[in-house]
């Protein structure tokens, strides 16, 4: 069973203090990693998709790379619009594309 | 470009009800998936269907189904509703072939059960 666990669960940092969010995962034949936003009581915003290991996006003050076990989203010189759950989630090889998505973790950015 | 919509926004139902929820993938989007997300968890797969037809299913049990029309849009049904299906359901899309496929979801419809 395809299984993403995402590390803290609730991170508090000040505005411009850079720092990392953690997404383990243990899936049979991936397909596709992916990182989503979601503002409280709102749909999930698509924000990355990594496909395979040592691969790297970057999108603003957001950067995901992806190993053979984990990915991480390093968030440099955040600001309070920041502030949202960050989602991760595992797309196994097979005929259909179901996401499997971790708990997030909950990024707060005081100014 | 419009994005997934979904309706209602919000639904008050009680137990025993059963409830309709609508989705319309983005324009040129075959994929329609749908995802339960209780508070403080991550969206849990319930179906997915690809040109009409159910091609994977999650861990729920039968009183929820869902289908597919020819204009690509999306039901999902839930009868005999229980307390704990209250929850924010969101309805994705996606191109469909080979490959990753990203999802892009709706704004969800907030089912509440009483």
């Known amino acids: 069973e395809d299984q993403v666990t995402q590390s803290p669960e609730a991170l508090r940092l000040q505005e411009g203090e850079s720092s990392s969010l953690n997404c383990s995962y243990t899936?049979?034949?991936?397909?596709?990693l992916f990182w989503y936003r979601q503002d409280p009581g709102k749909g999930p915003e698509f924000l990355f998709t990594l496909y395979s290991a040592g691969e790297e996006k970057e999108k603003e003050r957001l950067k995901a790379t992806l190993t053979k076990k984990e990915s991480f989203l390093h968030i440099t010189a955040p600001k309070p619009e920041d502030s949202a759950t960050y989602l991760c989630a595992v797309q196994a090889g097979g005929s259909n594309y179901k996401l499997t998505f971790g708990k997030g973790t909950l990024l707060t950015v005081n100014p | 470009d419009a994005g997934v919509t979904q309706s209602p926004t919000h639904l008050i139902k009680t137990r025993g009800q059963h409830v309709t929820l609508r989705c319309s993938p983005i324009s040129g989007h075959k994929s329609v998936s749908w995802y339960q997300q209780v508070l403080g968890q991550g969206p849990q797969f319930i179906f997915q269907?690809?040109?009409?037809?159910?091609?994977g299913r999650g861990n729920f049990p039968d009183r929820f189904s869902a289908r597919q029309f020819p204009n690509y849009s999306s039901e999902l049904n839930v009868n005999a509703l229980l307390l704990g299906d209250s929850a924010l359901y969101l309805c994705?899309?996606?191109?469909?072939?080979?490959?990753?496929?990203?999802?892009?979801f709706g704004p969800g419809t907030r089912l509440t059960v009483l």
């Open positions: 269907y690809y040109e009409k037809e159910e091609r």
């Open positions: 994705a899309s996606s191109l469909a072939g080979l490959g990753p496929r990203e999802q892009f």
């Open positions: 899936v049979s034949g991936l397909r596709g």
